[in-house]
């Protein structure tokens, strides 16, 4: 079974500060997408940042840039200069290139930055 | 408009009625999903579509029917509504191409009383 796994139920940093936000998963394919997205009270969800698997090197965009170890099958996801705006609920979630093609979705963690 | 909208976006219905939660997507993605949120769990999936005339089971299917005989169209179907039903309902689409990436509509509200 295709898993994502987020120990963090809710955290929190001051703003201007930076936090790791941290997700396992588990499947048994080799090509597959990570991927983070935030979730605002609006309750849109927007993707934050996507990784491909066959690829090393991990992915920036602007202040948000994740970990991804292949390996260990984990994927944390580092916001710096944390910002108001950066408060929502945080999901992350991936999607195998063939196989059952499901798109799963961890249970998310609630951050908040303080002022 | 370009884009994935979910109709209604709040819908309150009585035990038991039957209720359908439309969504349509206008980039003619292949892929198509259904998923709710509660408190708690997350994003879970209720069922996803391939392409046309081709849908499968997520993780909590139970109590729910979908179709998709349009690429567009991927309406979800409460059978018999109960109360454990209540919850947000999100639809997403997403192309298999290029960055995978997948787009979600607004959500719908639904509360089954």
């Known amino acids: 079974a295709q898993t994502v796994t987020q120990s963090q139920p809710e955290m929190s940093v001051q703003e201007a500060e930076t936090v790791t936000l941290s997700c396992t998963y588990d499947t048994s394919e080799n090509n597959y997408y990570l991927f983070w997205y935030k979730q605002p009270p609006s309750r849109q969800m927007i993707l934050v940042i996507r990784?491909?698997?066959?690829?090393?090197q991990n992915a920036t965009e602007n202040r948000f840039s994740v970990n991804f170890q292949k390996a260990a099958k984990s994927f944390s996801l580092k916001i710096s200069d944390s910002q108001l705006g950066d408060t929502a609920m945080y999901f992350c979630a991936f999607i195998t290139q063939g196989g059952s093609e499901k798109l799963v979705f961890g249970k998310g963690t609630k951050l908040t930055v303080n002022p | 408009d370009a884009g994935i909208t979910q109709s209604p976006r709040y819908k309150i219905t009585e035990t038991g009625r039957q209720v359908t939660l439309m969504c349509h997507q206008t980039?003619?993605?292949?892929?198509m999903f259904w998923y709710r949120q509660d408190l708690g769990h997350g994003l879970r999936l209720i069922y996803y579509?391939?392409?046309?005339?081709?849908?499968d089971k997520g993780e909590v299917p139970d109590g729910y029917v979908v179709s998709r005989s349009k690429t567009e169209n991927f309406p979800l179907t409460l059978e018999s509504a109960t109360r454990s039903q209540t919850s947000v309902y999100f639809c997403?689409?997403?192309?298999?191409?290029?960055?995978?990436?997948?787009?979600f509509g607004q959500g719908t509200r639904l509360t089954v009383v």
């Open positions: 980039w003619s993605h292949s892929y």
């Open positions: 990784q491909e698997a066959y690829k090393q």
């Open positions: 997403a689409s997403s192309e298999r191409r290029g960055r995978n990436e997948a787009f």
């Open positions: 579509s391939a392409a046309a005339d081709i849908t």
